[in-house]
């Protein structure tokens, strides 16, 4: 199951107790995932391919009054799911009801562009704000699985009207939405974790929201570990090549002009280097009782030497 999918079941489980709030929500559903029909009368028609989201309007349909029925019928194309299909038939209460959400007036008369209305009867209040999002997502919305390491959330399938209306929704709880269009269509988009676990508290999906707060905690933490991990193997490599690079300088050294003519301070750091070819600077400075800086400089002066008497040779080394 996807994500998306389990925060639509989850979602599904969540009911107003306020009739505006459950307005909002459907009028919502209805007009991203509805179409009228009209035939001997006006009727209500809404698909949708999530059995708890079909049975959740069927239970708004039933709180608010109204005659309602639901089908079901297997795509024969492409991914050949299972659609469900709400139909509020025409009916004498229906027409109340469609005046009351400002989709018609007192005579009937349909108001194609009642976006005003919509904000002005349902909008006005936070909790119908979170309804009529939650409404939204549940009609056309989908999110990526965080799982996958992205944050992205989609409202698709709106008109250009319905996507001003939800990027406004968005802005009243500082989430910063953006719209793309796509086959003559608005999609609404959120990006990053921290807008995502946003909208998720603002509808309600809480399951899903501790789900993604956990899988955000482990990606972190295995973030980090491997930051540490990749960080100690940079310096282990670092202190390896130095310690390499050193041992060969002083050979070269030894085999040039002879460990003798050394002063005595670079004799023991190289022998020291000889000795614990492992060995980080930090442990060659306490094995030597040295400070680190002190025991560094003697280790590049070693290095100066050996490149000297490849530049001048074994007899002029020191003319610097």
């Not at 108001?111 to 919509?118: E, K, L, P, Q, S």
């Not at 988009?189 to 956990?214: C, D, M, P, T």
């Not at 060969?248 to 750091?269: C, H, K, S, V, W």
């Not at 306490?286 to 025991?295: F, I, M, N, T, V």
Request: proline share 1%.
């Amino acid at each position: 199951m996807s994500f998306s999918t389990r925060m639509k079941d989850d979602l599904a489980r969540v009911m107003s107790s306020k009739s505006c709030c459950r307005k909002a929500e459907f009028l919502a559903f209805f007009l991203i995932n509805g179409n009228i029909r009209i035939s001997k009368g006006v009727s209500l028609v809404m698909n949708t391919e999530h059995s708890a989201v079909a049975r959740k309007m069927y239970t708004l349909a039933k709180d608010f009054g109204l005659e309602r029925e639901v089908t079901a019928f297997r795509r024969s194309r492409l991914k050949k799911n299972q659609v469900y299909t709400l139909e509020i038939p025409a009916q004498d209460q229906l027409g109340a009801f469609l005046a009351e959400l400002g989709m018609v007036d007192e005579q009937i008369v349909w108001h194609f562009d009642f976006t005003d209305a919509v904000r002005e009867r349902f909008l006005q209040e936070s909790c119908c704000r979170r309804a009529y999002l939650r409404g939204a997502f549940l009609a056309s919305g989908s999110v990526t699985d965080p799982e996958t390491g992205s944050y992205h959330l989609e409202i698709d399938s709106l008109d250009n009207a319905q996507a001003s209306l939800i990027i406004d929704l968005l802005a009243a709880f500082d989430l910063k939405a953006k719209s793309v269009s796509r086959r003559d269509t608005q999609t609404v988009y959120l990006k990053g974790a921290e807008q995502l676990s946003v909208f998720l508290n603002i509808v309600g999906a809480h399951r899903a929201l501790l789900q993604l707060e956990s899988l955000r905690v482990t990606r972190d933490v295995r973030n980090q570990t491997n930051r540490r991990r990749n960080c100690d193997n940079a310096n282990i490599n670092k202190a390896v090549d130095a310690a390499m690079r050193q041992t060969a300088d002083i050979q070269y050294i030894i085999e040039n002009i002879g460990f003798e003519t050394l002063p005595q301070n670079l004799r023991i750091a190289a022998e020291l280097r000889l000795d614990n070819p492992e060995a980080n600077l930090g442990e060659l400075a306490e094995l030597s009782g040295l400070g680190r800086s002190a025991l560094n400089h003697r280790l590049r002066r070693l290095a100066e030497i050996a490149e000297n008497i490849r530049v001048y040779g074994s007899e002029e080394w020191d003319k610097d």
